[in-house]
């Protein structure tokens, strides 16, 4: 089993910067994608920024510009810097593996880790 742990998250005025970091642990071969999504009060889980092992990245409309995603792959690691944060910012901070291989040619899966709360004051 694979557990994802997100660490970083808080309060942060808006303008501020913050940086989340989530761990990967467990029976890991490979991991395809590493993400950020997030969950505002009230509204659906959205993608924030999502990395592959390649260094290939996507990013929401939302944060392009503001917010960078990077991976350490040797330590299955995904970290997401965000500056020049916004009060619509605020939201639980998940993170996302997809393609997850516990072995070369095991089943792929994908995992969800329990969320860090972002808090931008305005």
């Known amino acids: 089993q694979v557990q994802l742990v997100e660490s970083g998250g808080g309060l942060v005025q808006a303008g501020g910067s913050l940086r989340v970091s989530c761990a990967a642990s467990?029976?890991?071969?490979?991991?395809?994608?590493m993400g950020w999504y997030r969950q505002a009060p009230g509204k659906q889980r959205e993608l924030v920024a999502a990395?592959?092992?390649?260094?290939?990245?996507n990013y929401a409309d939302s944060v392009k510009g503001r917010f960078t995603i990077s991976r350490d792959n040797a330590k299955n690691t995904v970290y997401l810097q965000m500056n020049s944060l916004k009060a619509e910012d605020t939201a639980v901070y998940y993170c996302?593996?997809?393609?997850?291989?516990?072995?070369?040619?095991?089943?792929?899966?994908?995992?969800w880790g329990k969320g860090t709360l972002v808090t931008v004051s305005s």
């Open positions: 996302n593996t997809q393609g997850v291989y516990e072995y070369r040619y095991g089943r792929p899966r994908d995992y």
């Open positions: 467990g029976r890991i071969f490979s991991i395809n994608v």
């Open positions: 990395i592959t092992s390649g260094g290939s990245t």
